[in-house]
């Protein structure tokens, strides 16, 4: 190979046109001697995108169809588990590579890989693009001039999250547990190689915090010993606000490297008492931090700074590489290290995953299956279940101890927006109490949750002739803001504008017309709408009305309205009805008690019993209404949704009479224990509430 640059210019093609395509595509199309000719992509709708935002000429299904373009360059942007076919293919074709890191899942596949290059002569490279990062090599210089003495030590913080999910085949961050790490832990491992030497050995461990419903490994700590000290990493998908920071501790200073703000800052050791050197050093750190920040902001606004300048500089040294044959920024034996350094951990975290989510998928046949079962309806409704012997399937997202260890429950784990998880969850059962919904969150958690989850459960039970579906519903789907007196009964107004309501009333109603489109298809349903359900674990959810906001309930005028309540155990007698009578499929049921209570009555008798735990603040509905003008306005103007507008607050108002006789007629429902009681037993001790509602 020659040194000199080439005749022609260079031609690359893309494989995977996820979201890092873009960076890797400007890079290349900085270079004066490159250019992008293709990308593919197994979604070609997406590949098709891409190629239009970057003037990109060709598209393909996948990497075999681009080897009649004649390209030079392939760069593997798949994920990892592909990483080894995907670049040995385009090896074989005559291409370098360059492959997204981490190299590979295992050790055995990066052999195969550099086997491959050596075979066809061609150059390999992985994209470490936190080692090519412009401030991380100036963070690499200052320690090799001697600035902050013999390192000791090094620390790396990263925090991170991901896409919001939105239903369908799940991405790949949720598929298997190693993935966190093997996304941004080997930049640590890399970069700890970086300053501190080869890595001899490293404890690497996994944990779960449960506050990601969809990622069960969302904390990782790390501790690498290398040749020349001690690493540390912390990841998390927890910690904010989001960090992403080398701490480099030495015997003359300790180096701290932002890769988000792009700066380097050295606290140093000063010849004077400790409390001089304290603050000499954390005045010193504070102006070179305020700088680069203005620096680099001014830098990024011009556009000399570009986005992931990693990536940029990564790939752009690459291919000056491959123009002028010299070996690539990062060889393969180096990526090759990292990935034997992940191999064991990342086999451990997904092994404990498939103890969690395969393995719960394979159960025998069951009666009745309850999706939502973790939530406050969902575990009520379990509970009752349980008593009559029967086996009893649940579909949940994270682990739960008590329910593992019970042999009556069929533990199935995955999310309702994951069609594969809810088929292998209806599979087997008769009947499905569908009570899963998203209960709070962006416009993604609900239509995942509910929209979707919904559909998944709806096409499912139609595949497997499930013989009847219970779908809980919520009286928020009707018209509020446009109801004109009279009892609210089920076929009442539905409400006209869903959108401008919010994300939980849209997907409800959303959500039942799924229902009632596969009903007309054969589907034997029948749809339940509770009003507000009350009960011991709720007594810290506001009432109707009441919007919790800085630790406090403020409630929208002068607290008069009266509240649609319902017992919790009202509830699940009227789900079970539903459940065993005969004509009742195709009908819709609302649940409210006669017995009525204001926000007011309902707010001092919690604060009889939770006392300072909750504050109250009643604030006149015309200040509502002003303020949501005003944020309903600004919301158009920088075209987002917000929390607060006219028609939201025009929405929060009292109906006098919800009529239930519906449900009392059809099913049999008669509230058992009612509101007055109810409230009773929300404050009861847990054995004095069991043995009241027993004999009820």
């Known amino acids: 190979m020659t040194k000199t640059l080439p005749a022609r210019r260079l031609r690359a093609g893309i494989v995977g046109a996820g979201y890092v395509s873009a960076y890797h595509i400007r890079a290349v199309q900085s270079l004066d001697f490159a250019e992008v000719a293709a990308v593919a992509d197994v979604n070609l709708e997406r590949a098709r995108d891409v190629a239009w935002r970057f003037h990109i000429p060709a598209t393909y299904g996948s990497l075999e169809e681009m080897r009649a373009d004649s390209l030079d360059i392939i760069h593997v942007l798949t994920p990892p588990a592909l990483h080894c076919d995907m670049a040995v293919q385009a090896l074989e074709m005559g291409c370098h590579v360059m492959v997204e890191k981490p190299m590979a899942n295992t050790v055995e596949e990066c052999d195969r890989m550099i086997t491959a290059a050596r075979r066809n002569n061609r150059i390999l490279t992985v994209n470490h693009s936190a080692r090519m990062d412009p401030i991380v090599l100036e963070a690499l210089q200052r320690v090799r001039e001697g600035e902050v003495g013999k390192v000791l030590a090094v620390d790396f913080l990263r925090s991170s999250d991901y896409p919001p999910y939105t239903g369908g085949p799940l991405p790949a961050p949720y598929r298997n547990g190693a993935y966190p790490f093997q996304d941004i832990g080997v930049h640590g491992l890399y970069l700890l190689e970086a300053f501190l030497g080869p890595i001899r050995s490293a404890d690497i461990r996994h944990s779960s915090t449960g506050r990601d419903v969809k990622l069960l490994f969302d904390e990782w700590r790390a501790t690498v010993d290398c040749e020349c000290g001690t690493g540390h990493m912390y990841l998390s998908w927890n910690a904010r606000p989001m960090q992403n920071l080398l701490m480099v501790h030495g015997t003359r200073g300790v180096m701290q490297v932002d890769c988000f703000l792009q700066c380097c800052t050295v606290r140093k050791a000063y010849s004077a008492p400790k409390p001089v050197q304290i603050i000499l050093g954390a005045v010193g750190t504070s ?63 997904d092994a404990d995953w498939k103890r969690f989510f395969v393995s719960s998928r394979s159960h025998g046949a069951a009666p009745i299956l ?14 009752r279940l349980r008593e009559s012997g029967k086996t009893i399937r649940v579909l949940v997202r994270r682990p739960m101890a008590d329910w593992d260890r019970d042999s009556d429950l069929q533990v199935v784990y995955g999310d309702l927006g994951d069609p594969s998880a809810v088929d292998c969850a209806v599979q087997g059962v008769s009947t499905v109490y569908h009570v899963g919904a998203a209960m709070k969150g962006g416009f993604a958690d609900f239509h995942s949750a509910t929209v979707v989850g919904t559909q998944n459960v709806v096409d499912a039970a139609l595949k497997y002739g499930v013989r009847r579906l219970v779908h809980v519903s919520s009286i928020t789907v009707l018209d509020y803001a446009g109801h004109r007196g009279g009892p609210m009964r089920e076929d009442s107004p539905v409400e006209p504008h869903p959108e401008w309501r919010g994300a939980y009333t849209e997907s409800k109603i959303r959500a039942e017309r799924i229902v009632l489109d596969a009903m007309v298809k054969g589907l034997q349903a029948t749809i339940v709408r509770p009003g507000q359900i009350f009960g011991a674990g709720a007594e810290m959810v506001p009432p ?34 539903a459940a065993q009578r005969d004509g009742v499929c195709g009908k819709t049921f609302q649940l409210i008690d006669d017995e009525r209570l204001t926000q007011r009555q309902y707010i001092d008798r919690c604060r009889e019993h939770l006392g300072e735990m ?13 303020a949501g003008v005003g944020i309903g306005v600004l919301g158009r103007l920088l075209r987002r949704s917000v929390p607060l507008t006219r028609y939201r607050v025009s929405s929060i108002r009292g109906i006098e009479t919800f009529d239930s006789s519906a449900a009392r007629a059809l099913l049999g429902w008669v509230p058992r224990i009612g509101v007055k009681r109810g409230m009773d037993l929300m404050f009861s001790p847990p054995a004095a509430a069991s043995r009241f509602l027993a004999l009820a």
């Open 544 to 577: 109707y009305g009441t919007i919790a906001l800085a630790g406090r309930w403020v409630v929208v005028g002068s607290g008069s309205i009266p509240l649609p309540l319902v017992y919790i155990d009202d509830v699940v007698d009227a789900l079970l009805l």
């Open 370 to 383: 309850v999706t939502g079962a973790s939530g406050f309806l969902g575990r009520a409704l379990v509970n």
């Open 287 to 349: 102006v070179a931090t305020l700088a680069a920040v203005a620096r680099n902001t001014f830098r990024f606004a011009t556009g000399k700074l570009v986005p992931s300048p990693g990536i940029h500089r990564g790939v752009c040294e690459f291919y000056k590489s491959v123009a002028a044959g010299s070996p690539p920024p990062v060889g393969p034996e180096e990526a090759r290290r990292v990935v034997e350094v992940l191999e064991p951990s990342a086999a451990r975290a």
């Open 614 to 626: 909750i504050s109250v603040v009643y604030v006149p509905g015309a200040a509502f209404y002003v």
